[in-house]
């Protein structure tokens, strides 16, 4: 998993509340087990006509946020039903960050499996970072994941709080596979242990 530790980039707003995972990635699109791929598919209904074309007022299809990589947005962001697609298609499309005053627990939780940092705010800041996100190619927001903090386009800084464990498996890229890899050393001490005591265990 790619390390998280300072993002700059572009924040695209998106004001409404419970953006659930179906919106997030339509049902049809959960056919692959690929994490790639998807991010043409984010937000498929609200960001393509019903001929695959681009609707012009939807924020991704913008100029200034068509590279987007921080997304701000309303209430209960992640709602719904659980599927891992939801962080594949927004990673997949650039998508490192997402801001919000709250989030769904599993959709939470799988943004930390998949390399995404889901930042907490109170109401009155997520409304000033909307108030940011919406300045166009000046929308550029700072994310510091070390002493976290986001830092907007006029040098006004909000600071956001993040377990100790969570903010370690971004610091180093450790999904579940990688944090179980930490532990080779004893993993493999133990197994040669095993094979000499109970021998007939071993195929």
């Given at each position: 998993m790619e390390k998280f530790t300072k993002l700059t980039g572009v924040a695209?707003?998106?004001?409404?509340?419970?953006?659930?995972?179906?919106?997030?990635?339509?049902?049809?699109?959960?056919?692959?087990?690929?994490?790639n791929g998807l991010g043409k598919n984010l937000f498929a209904e609200m960001r393509y006509d019903d001929d695959g074309n681009d609707r012009e007022d939807f924020v991704l299809n913008q100029p200034a946020y068509r590279k987007a990589e921080i997304l701000v947005a309303g209430d209960n962001f992640g709602c719904?039903?659980?599927?891992e697609h939801a962080p594949w298609a927004l990673l997949d499309?650039?998508?490192?960050?997402?801001?919000?005053t709250s989030f769904a627990d599993i959709f939470y939780n799988n943004c930390f499996k998949n390399g995404i940092l889901p930042i907490r705010v109170s109401p009155e800041e997520l409304e000033k970072l909307m108030d940011d996100a919406d300045?166009?190619?000046?929308?550029?927001?700072?994310?510091?994941l070390e002493t976290q903090e986001i830092k907007g386009p006029d040098g006004g800084t909000i600071s956001f709080e993040l377990e100790a464990f969570r903010k370690h498996c971004l610091l180093n890229g450790l999904d579940d596979i990688g944090l179980t890899l930490e532990?080779?050393?004893?993993?493999?001490?133990?197994?040669?242990?095993?094979?000499?005591?109970?021998?007939?265990?071993?195929?």
């Amino acid at each position: 998993m790619e390390k998280f530790t300072k993002l700059t980039g572009v924040a695209a707003a998106m004001p409404l509340v419970n953006i659930d995972t179906d919106m997030i990635i339509p049902k049809q699109f959960l056919k692959t087990i690929k994490r790639n791929g998807l991010g043409k598919n984010l937000f498929a209904e609200m960001r393509y006509d019903d001929d695959g074309n681009d609707r012009e007022d939807f924020v991704l299809n913008q100029p200034a946020y068509r590279k987007a990589e921080i997304l701000v947005a309303g209430d209960n962001f992640g709602c719904g039903s659980s599927r891992e697609h939801a962080p594949w298609a927004l990673l997949d499309f650039g998508i490192r960050c997402v801001i919000s005053t709250s989030f769904a627990d599993i959709f939470y939780n799988n943004c930390f499996k998949n390399g995404i940092l889901p930042i907490r705010v109170s109401p009155e800041e997520l409304e000033k970072l909307m108030d940011d996100a919406d300045r166009g190619s000046n929308a550029t927001l700072s994310v510091d994941l070390e002493t976290q903090e986001i830092k907007g386009p006029d040098g006004g800084t909000i600071s956001f709080e993040l377990e100790a464990f969570r903010k370690h498996c971004l610091l180093n890229g450790l999904d579940d596979i990688g944090l179980t890899l930490e532990k080779k050393d004893k993993v493999d001490s133990f197994e040669e242990k095993q094979k000499l005591s109970q021998p007939w265990l071993q195929s």
